[in-house]
């Protein structure tokens, strides 16, 4: 599919802040990779070549674009994903911690 991003204009100061971050040696590669699909779009790229260029579909495109106009490039991190926990139930958390905080730990046998 051939998609143009006609909406997503970036300012100068926006543009800047992308590259820069690309620049940083400790960011992400995923959020690199983001960046990386956001910048062409302000350019009026089209889905498809930048999913080519980053072996990526253009629903993963589309979100990051969604993404980066509703929150800016903080939301381009990383989403808090849903999983197991921990298993400890709050009143058990709660009492471990009491204890950890209160109580000195055992001494070496």
Do not use: N
Not at 15 to 29: F, I, K, N, Y
């Amino acid at each position: 599919m051939c998609h143009r991003a006609m909406d997503l204009v970036l300012s100068d100061v926006e543009r800047a802040e992308l590259e820069r971050l690309l620049r940083q040696t400790t960011l992400s590669p995923d959020i690199a990779k983001r960046i990386r699909g956001v910048l062409p779009l302000g350019d009026g790229a089209s889905y498809s070549s930048i999913g080519g260029a980053l072996a990526c579909t253009d629903r993963f495109i589309a979100a990051w674009k969604r993404r980066y106009v509703q929150g800016g490039v903080l939301a381009l991190g990383d989403a808090p994903r849903a999983g197991r926990g921990h298993g400890l139930s709050a009143a058990l958390e709660a009492k471990i911690v009491r204890l950890t905080v209160q109580a000195a730990p055992p001494a070496p046998p």
